[in-house]
Nanobody, 128 residues
Framework: QVRLVESGGGLVQAGGSLRLSCVPSGRTFSNNAMGWFRQAPGKEREFVATISWSGGSTLYADSVKGRFTISRDNAKNTVYLQMNSLKPEDTAVYYC?????????????????????WGQGTQVTVSS
């Protein structure tokens, strides 16, 4: 059974930082693009960031550009989301996602429908 397990969420004051991690189990995704999405209460799930399987290409939502950094360590089969300068509006459950389909080493994917596997999510709460 394939699982994506997120960790690193928590409560932080505005301006603070958190680093989320996503570790798949059941298979490796070193040749697949991966991404992070988030869902705030009463809102739809939204794209946050994505990274190509090579790690050489990234894409960010405008709302997090310049503050968040997505990275991956294929040797450890882990994807990270470094979140700096956090704002109260970043409060949400953050989900890791992985594609089953292979693609070009440089491709990134910003739509949730392009992902096949999802984690259970980790709560991030930013207080003002």
């Amino acid at each position: 059974q394939v699982r994506l397990v997120e960790s690193g969420g928590g409560l932080v004051q505005a301006g603070g930082s958190l680093r989320l991690s996503c570790v798949p189990s059941g298979r490796t995704f070193s040749n697949n693009a991966m991404g992070w999405f988030r869902q705030a209460p009463g809102k739809e799930r939204e794209f946050v960031a994505t990274i190509s399987w090579s790690g050489g290409s990234t894409l960010y939502a405008d709302s997090v550009k310049g503050r968040f950094t997505i990275s991956r360590d294929n040797a450890k089969n882990t994807v990270y989301l470094q979140m700096n300068s956090l704002k109260p509006e970043d409060t949400a459950v953050y989900y890791c996602a992985a594609r089953n389909k292979l693609g070009p080493y440089y491709s990134t994917y910003g739509r949730s429908a392009e992902y096949d596997y999802w984690g259970q999510g980790t709560q991030v709460t930013v207080s003002s």
